[in-house]
């Protein structure tokens, strides 16, 4: 056994969700690896919400769209990934962010006394708690109460885990490693039913009656934080400030060691819409504490926001009042109050006092712009999967393709939203995309997407980007972003084994095989290698595939929905093939795992040649409706087919590639639907295994009297078998005479092809003129009157 803890695995995330906790979140364990260009404080490992990819861990900005599945829980239990449940609209926490012991000892108690002791309350590094609730009405709101004790360093912390002023969760671990090694505990077993149920007034009592608990003993509550006010931060103080030389201060005050890179723009936009041009300094001083700058990239960015107005000082304030607790340290807050006192008053036309200017600032200023000059610095080499902005020689970024393209990889919020789904030839949606109310993942992507997409650019970025651009650049995101979900579903499913290939034509297909060896032998290996076939398929598209399962059968019995049962996602099977001579047919192959020839109709109308080929083709060349070029789409599909005749084939030599057997017992459609999983998982593991899907001599050889016994045959046939009983060698113009089937000396081109396919149903074989007995193997088994 190893005695490192974070290669031992863990069930924390699989019994969160087994206890009811739906909304959890895989959280970095305190120990990870992160990645070079990762944004994420490595002091805050353990609390922040991540992903990993590559063998390391980096944080994850789309965390609350993030939907945990029993699948994923594996995966974040292996990786020992701490456990992190939302907070604000289904549950709710209140944190005791308390390390004064007596202070902790006092509300722990009255917490105790409200609840009988009886509320799950969790334990990270003593004397903490945090207690956690289920919300009841509206989405309960973040707030944060800071206290200070005179003489005492230090503040003492109440803080309730809501939605943001922006509607954002926010979150809490609930499970696993507390960063100082400790593991997090709950006082009892944590289950969705042993959790108590809370309002927003019921909180605010609560942490009102602490609050005054902590009067008691002589901390004084500082102003909460509260982010709902006028403009969404907490603040009425607006874009412009009274005196642009404060702004310097704020902006000092802001944390930028764990910033995701849409906040880190967001700040950019509210520098510049206090400072305007004079803001650059402030803002690449801002950048430059981050652990990962790209200089260069800092200065594209800044010559391409576009402030409208509404955002600036009063959101600035918002954000260093919540890094520091809700004060403003220096004095700050005060100079803040007057001089937004001062801009009012001015605007109303009453000066109060003349204009401050603070001493070292001199408000003509303005600093350089910002120089790649290399012998001046040296920059940092950006993250492997950063790409620059296209700008000119200004700086400015330009409003094109590339740079939309760009912006959508390098965002957070982006880069994991649009995927092409091979299987179905379209591009899809895979995360709620930034400021759309459309929830629904993961779903085929609409021209709506598009819009919502263009509209977000134009609002956000460049006003007068085009929507050709924007969509050219989310196609070529979402095209290098491929998958394929039968091979993720076959890769997903674990076979349990237990053998049900040979069998499964029997026990769900009505097929009876009585006790021959041959007919028993014949049933388990088309039945077998044709689901192998369709797992090739899938796993190598445009693979040699070109052999149809083919069910007989009385009509109505079942024998569509047989294989319709046979495909975990509905839309991967089809029965309404078009002409497979158009380019209908090719398109509606894209998408479908399994295709019926319903009743044999489209093809055997055809050709043998015709449908020999379409058959045998491996990839589809043609122009998708919404593509402008020409483009080859491997096969991902396999062929069935179902009739309820037995004399439908025109040519057994020709039409060999139909995999023939009858059904004539009941047809257990919701059986062979119960263990679908199990045999896909078993044909998966058999060709992982290397086993070839297609059949051996002897099993070939019986098939093609299968075949044989399905060409109808003539009037005159009876008389052929009688006349070839005694040769051994014969010609067609031979048979054609003795059964005077063409007047003498003159030949009938239509009966002597019709006698030569006669001669090869029934086993004779052709060597130029002349055809030779050669009986075939199994003839017994399938003689017809």
């Not at 109060?352 to 712009?369: C, E, F, H, N, W």
Request: aromatic share 10%; net charge negative; with cysteine.
């Amino acid at each position: 056994m190893t005695d490192d803890v974070s290669l031992m695995p863990q069930l924390l995330h699989q019994a969160a969700l087994q206890a009811g906790l739906v909304d959890t979140i895989p959280v970095m364990p305190p120990w990870a690896d992160l990645h070079e260009h990762s944004r994420v404080d490595p002091a805050m490992r353990g609390k922040v919400p991540a992903d990993y990819y590559g063998g390391l861990w980096d944080g994850m900005g789309n965390w609350p769209e993030y939907q945990m599945t029993m699948e994923s829980a594996v995966k974040w239990d292996n990786l020992r990934a701490n456990v992190g449940l939302k907070m604000g609209y289904q549950y709710a926490a209140l944190d005791v962010d308390v390390t004064d012991e007596l202070l902790a000892q006092v509300m722990r108690h009255h917490m105790d006394s409200i609840s009988g002791g009886g509320w799950p309350v969790r334990i990270g590094q003593a004397p903490k708690a945090l207690w956690i609730f289920r919300v009841s009405g509206e989405p309960i709101k973040r707030r944060q109460y800071p206290m200070k004790k005179e003489g005492v360093e230090g503040r003492q912390l109440i803080e309730v885990m809501g939605v943001s002023s922006k509607g954002r969760p926010t979150q809490a671990v609930i499970f696993g490693t507390h960063p100082s090694g400790s593991q997090y505990e709950w006082n009892m077993p944590l289950h969705v039913d042993s959790i108590p149920i809370c309002t927003q007034e019921q909180m605010d009592n609560m942490v009102g009656a602490l609050v005054e608990v902590a009067k008691t003993r002589g901390w004084e509550p500082k102003r909460a934080t509260s982010p709902n006010t006028s403009d969404g931060t907490g603040s009425d103080l607006g874009a412009e400030p009274a005196d642009v030389g404060l702004v310097r201060e704020v902006v000092d005050l802001i944390p930028n060691d764990d910033l995701e890179y849409d906040d880190w723009v967001s700040i950019g936009y509210a520098i510049k819409g206090a400072m305007g041009a004079t803001g650059w300094e402030t803002f690449a001083t801002f950048s430059d504490k981050a652990p990962k700058v790209v200089p260069a990239t800092t200065a594209q960015m800044w010559n391409g926001f576009k402030p409208d107005g509404s955002a600036g000082m009063g959101k600035l304030v918002f954000l260093a009042r919540q890094a520091q607790g809700g004060t403003l340290p220096n004095g700050l807050d005060d100079r803040i109050r007057s001089g937004a006192l001062l801009k009012g008053a001015e605007k109303a036309g009453m000066p109060m006092v003349a204009p401050v200017v603070l001493q070292g600032i001199d408000p003509s200023y303005r600093p350089p712009p910002p120089v790649d000059d290399p012998e001046a610095h040296v920059q940092p080499e950006p993250p492997s999967d950063w790409i620059d902005l296209v700008a000119n020689d200004k700086g400015e970024a330009y409003a094109n393709m590339a740079n939309a393209e760009a912006y959508l990889r390098n965002s957070d919020s982006w880069k994991e939203c649009f995927a092409f789904d091979a299987f179905n030839g379209r591009m899809v949606i895979l995360h709620p995309l930034p400021e759309d109310d459309n929830m629904q993942t993961p779903r085929l992507m609409t021209d709506a997407d598009y819009r919502a997409t263009h509209k977000w650019f134009q609002r956000r970025m460049w006003p007068k980007i085009s929507k050709g651009d924007v969509i050219d650049a989310v196609d070529s995101v979402a095209e290098s972003n491929v998958y394929e979900p039968v091979q993720d579903y076959l890769r997903a499913v674990k076979w349990d084994g237990v053998p049900r290939l040979d069998t499964w034509l029997v026990n769900y297909a009505g097929v009876d095989c009585g006790v021959d060896p041959a007919v028993i032998n014949y049933n388990a290996q088309i039945g077998r290698k044709w689901l192998i076939s369709a797992v090739a398929r899938a796993m190598q598209p445009g693979c040699q595939a070109d052999y149809a399962l083919i069910l007989e059968g009385l009509q109505g019995v079942g024998k569509s929905s047989l294989f319709g049962a046979l495909c975990p996602d509905p839309d991967w099977f089809g029965d309404s093939l078009p002409d497979f001579h158009t380019k209908d047919a090719s398109e509606y192959l894209h998408g479908k795992w399994i295709v019926e020839l319903s009743e044999l109709t489209n093809v055997l109308k055809s050709e043998v040649e015709d449908m020999r080929r379409f058959l045998t083709r491996k990839v589809e060349n043609f122009r998708a409706s919404y593509a402008r070029l020409h483009e080859k789409h491997p096969r991902r599909v396999v062929f069935a087919g179902s009739t309820n005749r037995d004399d439908y084939l025109k040519d057994a030599e020709g039409e060999r590639r139909f995999w023939i057997t009858r059904c004539v017992m009941p047809l257990d459609v919701a059986g062979l639907a119960a263990i679908r999983d199990q045999l896909w998982a078993e044909a998966y593991a058999a060709y992982m295994s290397g086993e070839n899907w297609y059949l051996d001599d002897h099993t070939e050889a019986y098939a093609r009297n299968v075949q044989r016994m399905r060409v109808p045959k003539h009037e005159w046939e009876r008389e052929l078998a009688l006349f070839l009983s005694d040769k051994h060698e014969v010609t067609v113009t031979m048979c054609c005479n003795a059964m005077q089937l063409s007047e003498y000396g003159k030949r009938n081109v239509r009966m002597e092809r019709e006698v030569g396919i006669a001669l090869r149903n029934i086993g004779w074989v052709s060597s130029g003129r002349q055809f030779t007995q050669q009986p075939y193997v199994g003839q017994s088994a399938f003689i017809r009157d």
